[in-house]
Each structure stands twice: as structure tokens, then as C-alpha cells.
T-cell receptor
Framework: AQSVTQLGSHVSVSEGALVLLRCNYS??????LFWYVQYPNQGLQLLLK??????LVKGINGFEAEFKKSETSFHLTKPSAHMSDAAEYFC???????????????FGQGTILTVHP | DSGVTQTPKHLITATGQRVTLRCSPR?????VYWYQQSLDQGLQFLIQ???????AKGNILERFSAQQFPDLHSELNLSSLELGDSALYFC??????????????FGPGTRLTVL
């Protein structure tokens, strides 16, 4: 079974500081990995996804993530935090086609990012 | 705006009742997914439909059922409601041609409160 662990349920940074949100996965097959963002009272929005092409993936709003197979990690980073980045971030893994979990996303517990002025 | 619509936005009901949540996918998307988000369980996959047929099932209770209609909208039916069913229910849609890598577009959710 696949699983995702997000280290740190809350992360607080100052505006302009580096954002680092950690995600580790467990999968018996090559995974497809996603980062979603959820703003208050809204649905989830895709930030970026890794689908076995380039290991460094660039997303929207200046975010990027690097797939590291040796570390089973897919950490999300942004060089300079903005107040508008305050939200909850979810890492998710999708199983390869086949089986009973076709297309299912398994989410981590989420990390709430707070940005201080 | 993701293009996925969900109705109603809020639903308040009593234990033992039955409710229906509705989802309209983005134009052209064939796959619909239902997820439940609660404080204790986090985001959990419930069920997936593709072009009217059930494709995958997660930890969906027997009291819950879903279907996807010929016009591709989907409904999630929750019956014999319990306090623990209070949660945010999301619908997501994707093109459906490559389920594992397709982007899933999420609707704004239906917040269900069971009293």
C-alpha cells in the first residue's frame, strides 16, 4: 500500500524567507507525486506533479519540488515566501494504473503554512 | 475556479437521515472522484467513476453510495447518517485518459454537519 508522510503539521516563516515543506512517500512501485494547496474555505488546487519525467518539477506561484528516489522524498520549496502563500499544503501519491486503486490519490495529513510580516 | 461545481455548499441534517451531494465535473472530463475531509481522518478517497462506471473504491462505508449519470454528473448518497459523518466532501474530476497522472480538479466542497 502507498502512503505519504508530511513532517510538520505547522510551519511558520517570515515573509521573504525560504519555504520548505517536507513530504516522504512509501510505495512498492514507482510513484506519481503531487502537491496541492488548500486556501481557507476552498477546494484543493494543484501546485505541481511528478510523473517520472524531470526530477525537479516547477509549479505555479514560484513553487518547486524535487523527487529523490534514494530518500523517498518529494519536498516542496519556494525561495521567498509571500503573505499570500499562507494556506494548507497537501502531498499526495497516485498509484500506477491497474488494480483496485486506479487513479486514487493518497494524501498526507497536510501542513499549515503561516507567513509572518 | 476549477470548473467543478458542487451543490449544496452546506448541509445540516440530523442523525439517521439521508442526503444527496451533487457534483458536476469540468467540461470534457470523464472521471469523477469523491473524497472526504475530516479533522481526525484527513483527506480520504471514497470512490471513483469513469464514464458512468465505477472504477475504484476506497474506504467508503456501506451506508454510502454513488453513481455517475449519462451526462457525467455524479451524486454521492449518504444514509443512516451518524455524527461521525460530519465532514467536508469534495468532488474532483479529471480527463480520465491517464488516471494515475491526470490532474484532478477539485470542487469547492460540500460541508455536511450531522446533529
Amino acid at each position: 500500500a502507498q502512503s505519504v508522510t508530511q513532517l510538520g503539521s505547522h510551519v511558520s516563516v517570515s515573509e521573504g524567507a525560504l519555504v520548505l515543506l517536507r513530504c516522504n512517500y512509501s510505495s512498492s512501485v514507482p510513484p506519481y507525486l503531487f502537491w496541492y494547496v488548500q486556501y481557507p474555505n476552498q477546494g484543493l488546487q494543484l501546485l505541481l506533479k511528478y510523473t517520472s519525467a524531470a526530477t525537479l518539477v516547477k509549479g505555479i506561484n514560484g513553487f518547486e519540488a524535487e523527487f529523490k528516489k534514494s530518500e523517498t522524498s518529494f519536498h516542496l520549496t519556494k525561495p521567498s515566501a509571500h503573505m499570500s502563500d499562507a494556506a494548507e499544503y497537501f502531498c499526495a501519491v497516485s498509484q500506477n494504473a491497474g488494480g483496485t486503486s486506479y487513479g486514487k490519490l493518497t494524501f498526507g495529513q497536510g501542513t499549515i503554512l503561516t507567513v509572518h510580516p | 475556479d476549477s470548473g467543478v461545481t458542487q451543490t449544496p455548499k452546506h448541509l445540516i441534517t440530523a442523525t439517521g437521515q439521508r442526503v444527496t451531494l451533487r457534483c458536476s465535473p469540468r467540461s470534457g472530463d470523464l472521471s469523477v472522484y469523491w473524497y472526504q475531509q475530516s479533522l481526525d481522518q484527513g483527506l480520504q478517497f471514497l470512490i471513483q467513476y469513469y464514464n458512468g462506471e465505477e472504477r475504484a473504491k476506497g474506504n467508503i462505508l456501506e451506508r454510502f453510495s454513488a453513481q455517475q449519470f449519462p451526462d457525467l454528473h455524479s451524486e454521492l448518497n449518504l444514509s443512516s447518517l451518524e455524527l461521525g459523518d460530519s465532514a467536508l466532501y469534495f468532488c474532483a474530476s479529471s480527463a480520465g485518459h491517464a488516471p494515475s497522472t491526470d490532474t484532478q480538479y477539485f470542487g469547492p466542497g460540500t460541508r455536511l454537519t450531522v446533529l
